[in-house]
Structures are given as C-alpha cells and as structure tokens.
Antibody, heavy 115, light 106 residues
Framework: QVQLVESGGGLVKPGGSLRLSCAAS????????MSWIRQAPGKGLEWVSY????????YYADSVKGRFTISRDNAKNLLYLQMNSLRAEDTAVYYC????????WGQGTLVAVSS | DIQMTQSPSSLSASEGDRVTITCRAS??????LNWYQQKPGKAPKLLIY???TLQGGVPSRFSGSGSGTHFTLTISSLQREDFATYYC?????????FGPGTKVAI
C-alpha cells in the first residue's frame, strides 16, 4: 500500500535551516507529482510547494518563495524540502502528499521555529 | 492565485441531520474541486474529487456538486464519526489552494 513517511522536523531558531525528507513506498514514485503541505497549529491547510515527477518544474507559495527549495531523488524514492531563513510563522506540521488530488498523505512532521 | 472561501466556518449539528457546506472559488475551476475531512491530530482524508466523484471507501451519505465557482458538500445523515473539519481544494491551477475549512461539531 502507499506509504509516505516524513522526517527531519524539530525545533529551530529564527533564521535557521532545516531539511525535511519524505520516504515513499508502495507506488512508482517517479510517475507522480509530489507536494509539501503545511498546517500551522489550530489553522488550515496551506500548499507550500509542488514538484513534477521529473523534478522540474517546481512551484512555491509566495510565503516561502526564495527561502524553501523542493527536490526529489527518484532513484531513492525520496522527496525533500530544504527550508532556510526560517521564521516563526513557518511553525507547522508539514505533510508530504502525492498528486494534486491528494489521496495519500504522510503522518506529518512538526517544525517549530522559536528562540 | 485562486482564492477559496467556505461557509459556514463552523456549524453545530446532531446525529441524523442533513448538513451542507458551501465552497466558492475566486475564478472558475471547472470541476477541479476536491473535498477533504480532517480529524484532530490526523492527516486529511480525501472524500470527493472532481466535484462529485466519491473516493473509494467513502460512505454514500457524502455527496458533492457544483462547477465553475460554486460547490457544495452534503452529508445526508450525519453520523458521530463525521464530526470533523472539512476543506475544499482546487486542483485547477498551481498552487492548489485550500479553503479555510468548516468545523462540524455537536
């Protein structure tokens, strides 16, 4: 069955960096577009970034453009999100998600940005 | 970007009630509209895609309709396990924006 497992979250100071990973299994990873979607505590869902099955093109929310970079390794079935210049407002659970109609989600990884 | 709105933002209902949630898009998204259910501490779950197609395994009491800019999610007879937050999402154009959510509570 489809499985998406995020890792790499944690507590980081404002201005710091973090790299999230998502390990995919149970499907042909290289056939699917992938995304990162986040949810701040008590808030709604925000689509952060989206990457084609080949790695290009990529898309970003205005709120993270220039600070976050999405990438993937199709040989290893891994999705990444490099997050730089982190701000308090980036605090959220980050979900790895498959396709534009998201029928598969990871369990989420919490990123907390605080001094 | 395409903006999504939902109404109401929250509602109180009882088991057996018929519940309708509305979603509007700032521009036409054709039928590229999806609905998700989220329970506290859990990832969202896809309920309906392409405005009206029920995802496999989702009970038939859930239904969706609409096209263009106006959509509805209906729960014909609310069950206890349906108390959750519901989000619409457009998959017409990147980035695939979500509505702000509707919390269905007792």
């Amino acid at each position: 069955q489809v499985q998406l497992v995020e890792s790499g979250g944690g507590l980081v100071k404002p201005g710091g960096s973090l790299r999230l990973s998502c390990a995919a299994s149970g499907f042909t990873f290289s056939d699917h577009y992938m995304s990162w979607i986040r949810q701040a505590p008590g808030k709604g869902l925000e689509w952060v970034s989206y990457i084609s099955n080949t790695g290009s093109p990529t898309y970003y929310a205005d709120s993270v453009k220039g600070r976050f970079t999405i990438s993937r390794d199709n040989a290893k079935n891994l999705l990444y999100l490099q997050m730089n210049s982190l701000r308090a407002e980036d605090t959220a659970v980050y979900y790895c998600a498959r396709d534009a109609i998201v029928d598969s989600w990871g369990q989420g990884t919490l990123v907390a940005v605080s001094s | 970007d395409i903006q999504m709105t939902q109404s109401p933002s929250s509602l109180s209902a009882s088991e057996g009630d018929r519940v309708t949630i509305t979603c509007r898009a700032s521009q036409s998204v054709s039928t590229y509209l999806n609905w998700y259910q989220q329970k506290p501490g859990k990832a969202p779950k896809l309920l309906i895609y392409a405005a009206s197609t029920l995802q496999g395994g989702v009970p038939s009491r859930f239904s969706g309709s609409g096209s263009g800019t106006h959509f509805t999610l209906t729960i014909s007879s609310l069950q206890r396990e349906d108390f959750a937050t519901y989000y619409c999402q457009q998959s017409y154009r990147t980035l695939f924006t979500f509505g702000p959510g509707t919390k269905v509570a007792i």
